[in-house]
């Protein structure tokens, strides 16, 4: 009988150990240093941004807490200390390839471009590329900024969209690259630009931490459709499995409803505001049947 509880035991030990070396990537960081980092944002209202107590809150937040709780799971570590680094639009994707941050969730789109630098996960949200402005401003659509300044946030899809079609259509805008979200819209309040382009969410989170929010507008036609993704480095198929599987279930477990409504349907820091942001079709159809394609790729 001592034998076989023995063998028994060795055996136990000999499963653990194999199972602890079939680690990799970014899972065997994490259980080697016992901590795992997320990017975060300060600013990109309701997605990633900091409370008045300056800790990271918002839906990719969440999205991002969820996974963390997965990832303790499955290394059966629940002491894991989740720590937050600050990414900016510049920042986000170098830091993911540098080891710094092991997964960022945030604003940040999914695209054919950036997926030859870093990897993404199943989607959690879709947007349009629209223009935030001034009721009074007599903007409609993108043919009115000719002639006018434009801000844009710096290293976004957004500036290069408008880049693109400045040059192409000859529109002689001015447009000015910002170096986060507040500051675009620091510069469209105090009448520096007429509009701010920018993904239609984050715009509806600009207005709800203005000082007059009635007196702006998301106008002008969509000119893209772009699906967010959380970032994680490229080569990884361990972790990445194990961010996908936890989207799915994230989905599957209708718990995405409840924060749904939380940041989008509901008022919320730092202001109390509603951003009255119904769930769209396109994010209802990505949750039914989650993609870490791109739109470009849909």
Not at 190 to 201: H, K, T
Not at 273 to 298: G, R
Request: glycine share 6%.
């Amino acid at each position: 009988m001592k034998k076989l509880l023995l063998v028994l035991a060795v055996s136990s030990l000999f499963t653990a150990t194999a199972q602890a070396e079939e680690l990799s990537g970014t899972l065997k960081k994490i259980q080697e240093t016992k901590t795992l980092v997320l990017g975060h944002r300060d600013s990109s209202i309701p997605f990633s941004y900091l409370d008045n107590s300056q800790r990271p809150i918002g839906y990719s937040v969440e999205v991002a807490n969820h996974i963390a709780e997965a990832i303790k799971k499955k290394l059966n570590m629940p002491f894991i200390q989740v720590r937050y680094n600050l990414v900016t639009s510049q920042t986000r994707i170098p830091l993911v390839q540098n080891g710094t941050v092991d997964l960022e969730c945030g604003s940040t789109t999914n695209n054919v471009e950036r997926q030859k630098q870093v990897a993404f996960s199943n989607g959690i949200f879709e947007i349009g590329t629209r223009l935030l402005t001034n009721k009074k401003s007599g903007i409609k659509d993108f043919a009115d900024l000719a002639g006018k300044n434009i801000v844009t946030t710096a290293g976004t899809t957004s500036e290069r969209l408008i880049k693109k079609m400045n040059e192409e259509k000859k529109m002689n805008m001015n447009i000015i690259s910002a170096k986060d979200h507040g500051e675009s819209f620091l510069m469209l309040e105090s009448n520096r630009a007429a509009a701010f382009m920018m993904d239609d969410a984050l715009l509806a989170g600009e207005i709800a931490k203005a000082k007059s929010p009635a007196d702006w507008a998301i106008v002008g036609t969509p000119q893209s459709n772009e699906i967010y993704g959380c970032m994680l480095r490229k080569d990884d198929a361990q972790f990445k499995k194990l961010v996908d599987d936890s989207i799915a279930d994230f989905y599957k477990s209708g718990r995405i409803k409840a924060v749904y409504t939380r940041w989008f349907t509901q008022p919320i820091p730092p202001k109390g505001l509603n951003l009255n942001f119904p769930m769209s079709d396109d994010l209802k159809k990505l949750i039914a049947s989650p993609t870490d394609k791109s739109a470009e790729q849909m």
